[in-house]
């Protein structure tokens, strides 16, 4: 515990990549294959359940402690992070913690320790299981248990430089260990082993390739660059990115959050169950109405259930478009060109078809002029824009510039008048950064949208120190501010909502600006968002 939380302080103290990369490799260099194939589970965020719930921490240590729950709470708003709050409390408590830290194995800490919790019966033992480990560790130390614990471990390292890490200790290409650790996979000492092995044998039939993704297209210099010919566009579709992979008479399908996800779209794992084996294909699942699809909404109702009757599959019917093929006749295929790729993907949608599956519509156009004015017609086919790929492209691993390009529309948008604030989180816990909006309806603003991106530190620091000056009530950690202040607000989509006192929901709002030219009384009106909601054909985000 003591080696991989020292790794910890290193990566998360520094905004070097290069030095990030070094303590990673330093670390694996000198782990034993038990502990390191631990370390990599945690920094690549594979650990997600909560034993502990972080209130429940609070009030472990709010019984051992003389600090009354007030002291606690007025720290927690400077910090941010309960787990960080009780870790930094320990240390100034009559009986300090251990300044030694804990010499058990990482290892056995998460196989053997850790797991305890589950077979605790009551909350007197869980308090005192629980102040024997802070007892025996530093603070920081107690810092990544208590973040472990409660499932929100997270390290300020990307799974890519983790990869560029562990790649500088074993003579493996990055993109290949980026494939080695697709989905899911038991932190064993042999997997590790396994893992850095050059050359080893083919690994679970589940496993995924590394998801390509689209970076944001610069429209000037890329138009007056290339031509068209030697480019595809197709729509960029609003639903969940998968690879569907069909291998040892099975079927598996991976969001690009790695969550297998097959039990949650059954009729797309009875049809691809008619395909023979040795196919992988990447695309889009979207609810899917005739010729088009649904909005997003919709296709939240299929998330997350165990089970998925034939009802829900009735009112919420699913389509999966299919972007390109990774795999045919079980032989890897992603260093083919796109047009190649696309070819052999036409070739076996057209020999297996179904209602449920369907290739990507490549559009047509011969001058970026009519490409652009595609785009803007986006929203009528509900797409939120366009990707523009390289007919030439390889199949990469990750966000690669130069070969695929997203060309969204520009956000749909109100002004909107800011009415609520409340404080971040983490670093940001001591400024107020968590805005809530509001649009007019009669004499009245009625809440809208929430959003907390958008502004620069700047403008963070001058409106943070507005709501304090202008603060009307506070509702615990939620402050009311003069109404005085207009915001644009953008978002991908909007939808009808019974559960908002405004009766709309919007998609990932943000600030496209601060309005100080516009008088509150300017701002605009749930009419006009409900305007909006009928010209791009919002559906109703409640059953």
């Not at 294959?33 to 609070?58: D, F, H, M, Q």
């Not at 390289?390 to 009415?419: E, F, N, Q, T």
């Amino acid at each position: 515990m003591k080696r991989f939380t020292q790794l910890f302080q290193q990566v998360d103290a520094t905004t070097s990549t290069n030095e990030k990369i070094r303590a990673i490799q330093s670390y694996f260099q000198q782990e034993s294959p038990e502990n390191a194939v631990w370390a990599l589970y945690l920094l690549l965020g594979k650990t997600r359940k909560r034993l502990i719930t972080s209130n429940t921490l609070r009030q472990i240590f709010l019984q051992i402690s003389e600090i009354p729950e007030w002291l606690f709470e007025d720290c927690y708003a400077h910090v941010g992070d309960s787990a960080e709050v009780i870790a930094l409390l320990l240390q100034q408590e009559e009986t300090e913690i251990s300044k030694t830290g804990s010499e058990i194995p990482l290892c056995d800490w998460m196989e053997k320790i850790i797991p305890t919790v589950k077979a605790i019966a009551s909350e007197a033992e869980l308090k005192e299981l629980v102040v024997s480990w802070w007892s025996s560790l530093s603070s920081f130390e107690a810092f990544v248990l208590n973040k472990i614990l409660t499932g929100a471990f997270r390290v300020g390292v990307s799974e890519k430089l983790v990869i560029k890490g562990l790649a500088a200790v074993c003579d493996i290409p990055e993109a290949e260990l980026a494939h080695r650790l697709m989905g899911d996979f038991e932190p064993t000492p042999a997997f590790f082993q396994h893992l850095m092995q050059v050359e080893r044998e083919v690994d679970s039939p589940s496993q995924p390739y590394p998801f390509f993704l689209a970076s944001q297209l610069e429209e000037d210099r890329f138009f007056q660059e290339q031509h068209p010919q030697d480019w595809q566009a197709e729509w960029k579709w609003d639903g969940i990115r998968a690879q569907i992979i069909r291998r040892a008479q099975q079927v598996f399908t991976w969001s690009r959050g790695e969550d297998l996800i097959t039990h949650q779209f059954p009729e797309l794992e009875v049809f691809f169950l008619t395909l023979p084996d040795g196919y992988v294909l990447d695309g889009e699942i979207v609810c899917w109405d005739g010729d088009r699809p649904l909005d997003f909404n919709q296709l939240q109702k299929r998330l997350g259930r165990k089970r998925v009757s034939a009802k829900v599959m009735q009112d919420y019917p699913v389509h999966f478009i299919a972007y390109d093929l990774l795999e045919h006749q079980g032989e890897d295929i992603r260093d083919k060109p796109l047009r190649d790729r696309r070819a052999l993907l036409l070739d076996l949608l057209h020999q297996y078809p179904s209602p449920l599956v369907s290739p990507s519509i490549i559009l047509d156009f011969t001058t970026w002029e009519e490409l652009q004015s595609q785009r803007l017609q986006s929203r009528l086919y509900g797409a939120e824009g366009l990707v523009i790929k390289s007919l030439d492209s390889p199949y990469l691993v990750g966000r690669k510039r130069g070969y695929w390009w997203k060309y969204k529309v520009d956000p749909m948008a109100l002004d909107a008048v800011l009415i609520y604030a409340q404080a971040g989180s983490g670093k940001r816990a001591n400024l107020f950064t968590d805005y809530t909006f509001a649009l007019w309806r009669g004499e009245e603003l009625v809440p809208f949208a929430k959003a907390y991106s958008g502004l620069d530190n700047k403008e963070i620091d001058e409106l943070d120190k507005w709501i304090r000056k202008h603060t009307i009530e506070k509702f615990g950690p939620v402050r009311s501010v003069e109404p005085m202040h207009v915001f644009e607000i953008g978002f991908e989509g909007i939808s009808q909502s019974k559960r908002h006192k405004s009766g709309i929901s919007v998609r990932f709002p943000r600030i496209l600006r601060w309005r100080k030219d516009k008088p509150i009384q300017e701002a605009d009106t749930i009419e006009a968002a409900m305007q909006l909601l009928a010209i791009n054909g919002g559906e109703t985000d409640d059953e």
